[in-house]
């Protein structure tokens, strides 16, 4: 009899444990997202032209078009979101040297411990008879949570419109049409909907 208990308690912690293991892998599973920067910003920028510009076509549609601009006149582009006929048309050459975040914050915002990625865009308007293609630089900042990676702050750094210009002041393009696109990639990649393997490799 007490060796028939003693069987019975062996084989519940022999379950127990095992049922322990599994929990203990789907939670390390639980997140489909790289844990490695530079492997989930490859990643990213693959897919970013193509989540931005869907984010610029819905606030299209819910936009009233403007006119489009004719020269000498400047295309607005302070509204890049709605701005009309603008394309992402690719995103790369990222670089992952972080600036130091004390010296350059009045009140801390940031911590030094902030993960920084810096790219570059290739993004074309489209204006009455006239095409400006346009060469774009982001300072994204990224955090990692128990849920998976989220966007905390993007800068842009936008081109001149004409050579010799001196290129437009760094802004908050967190609300962009760049960063929803890569806030709706992140939020798709936690979900586990973003292959995972570049474009090309095997």
Aim: with cysteine; aromatic share 8%; charged share 20%.
């Amino acid at each position: 009899m007490l060796k028939n208990r003693v069987l019975g308690v062996l084989v519940t912690l022999s379950c127990l444990i095992a049922w322990s293991e599994v929990n203990a892998q789907d939670k390390a599973n639980s997140n489909p997202c790289p844990s490695d920067l530079e492997t989930l910003t490859a990643l990213m920028l693959r897919d970013l032209p193509s989540y931005a510009n869907r984010v610029i076509q819905r606030q299209r549609l819910r936009t009233p078009r403007k006119p489009p601009f004719t020269e000498p006149q400047r295309p607005d582009l302070s509204d890049r979101p709605s701005a009309p006929d603008l394309y992402i048309i690719v995103a790369g050459k990222a670089e992952f040297e972080p600036l130091p975040l004390t010296n350059l914050q009045y009140q801390t915002i940031l911590p030094d411990t902030a993960q920084q990625v810096f790219f570059t865009t290739l993004e074309r308007q489209y204006g009455g008879r006239s095409v400006v293609d346009l060469q774009n630089y982001y300072w994204l900042f990224l955090t990692p949570t128990e849920e998976g990676w989220r966007s905390m702050l993007l800068f842009s750094q936008l081109a001149a419109l004409n050579k010799g210009d001196l290129p437009l002041p760094p802004q908050d393009a967190s609300d962009g049409a760049i960063g929803q696109g890569i806030d709706l990639w992140l939020r798709d990649c936690r979900a586990g909907v973003i292959p995972l393997r570049e474009t090309g490799k095997e």
